[in-house]
């Protein structure tokens, strides 16, 4: 999952997800199945797109008692997708766990899922963060103590806006992986994503993969666009 694009298969059904992955037929994929897909469907959407040949990033943000997190990373192990994740704020004990239930899960002789933490989440403002959640301080730094909790629970990285990565990898280290949304062609509509960036921009600025929703499933030309994406992040001058 290092240095990938990942398209976001936000969609609600196994047809509609069907159809957009025939425009990449000849593609080997990285992709991020989310909870609208994976509640509605099961596990089954995850072998149908394992048959696809892609990689998966299954982001469903566990968040409970360590004990339901591990038991629950356990049979996500089993379903042989590449990168999980937990909400960091479940604390260290519930993210060690989720490892622990990882290993136990992986078949013998096969890598265990990359698992990411969530920080704050990207629609969380820093009013609603001191307010609702009660943390005082700024966004940046809460991110920052929670890329640093996850980093000390053994994790492999954490999901972060482009703007925290220079930082994020200051203080924990360059092979701590940064997964940033929030992606957008220049020019190209924002939607509700706030802090964003470009391809090129989230290279330059060291992230180490972006996920891509909308500028890619609601292109016109789906592959070409990320093909021009892609190039783009990889450095490729067209
Ligand atoms: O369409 P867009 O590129 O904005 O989609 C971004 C994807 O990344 C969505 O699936 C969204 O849920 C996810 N995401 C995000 N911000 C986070 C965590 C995940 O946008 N902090």
Known sequence: ????????????????????????????????VGMELFYQNGPGI??????????????????????????????????????????AAG??????????????GTATGKKRPLCIGVTQLTST?????????????????AVLHYAKLSGQAGLDGVVCSTHEVRRIHEHISDQFMTVTPGIRNEGGPTHDQHRIATPEQARIIGSDAIVVGRAITSAKDPLQTYLDMKASWEGIRC
Do not use: C, W, Y
């Open 1 to 32: 999952m290092k240095q990938s694009l990942i398209i976001a298969l936000d969609f609600p059904s196994l047809i509609q997800t069907k159809q957009f992955l025939q425009h990449f037929q000849s593609e080997k994929l990285a992709v991020k």
């Open 46 to 87: 995850i072998s149908f797109v394992k048959e696809q040949g892609h990689d998966i990033f299954l982001d469903l943000k566990l968040h409970d008692i360590p004990n339901t997190v591990k038991m629950a990373m356990r049979g996500l192990a089993t379903l042989n997708v590449d990168m999980v994740n937990v909400h």
């Open 91 to 104: 604390g260290s004990r519930m993210m060690e766990a989720a490892l622990e239930g990882l290993d136990s």
């Open 125 to 141: 403002s820093q009013e609603q963060m001191n307010l609702e959640q009660n943390i005082n301080g700024t966004l940046e730094d």
